[in-house]
């Protein structure tokens, strides 16, 4: 079984951590972004459809 040879240090750890943490938290505030922007309905880089086109298609039938 493969062993490393030598303990990794304190400060290489505590950085490995630190961006791990930090892309965890700009991708959180991204997602919010996206639903903030969905919820108020003004959304640009997202798809969906709106409430209108579901009661259009409705009446029509």
């Known amino acids: ?9 304190k400060s290489k750890t505590r950085s490995r951590k630190s961006n ?3 892309k965890a ?3 959180s505030k991204q997602a919010i972004s996206l639903a903030k922007s969905i919820f108020t309905a003004k ?3 997202y798809v ?5 086109v579901n009661s259009d298609s409705e009446t029509n039938s």
């Open 20 to 22: 791990w943490k930090r």
């Open 1 to 9: 079984m493969a062993v490393p040879k030598k303990r990794t240090s």
């Open 25 to 27: 938290f700009y991708a």
């Open 43 to 45: 959304s640009n880089s």
């Open 48 to 52: 969906y459809l709106s409430k209108d």
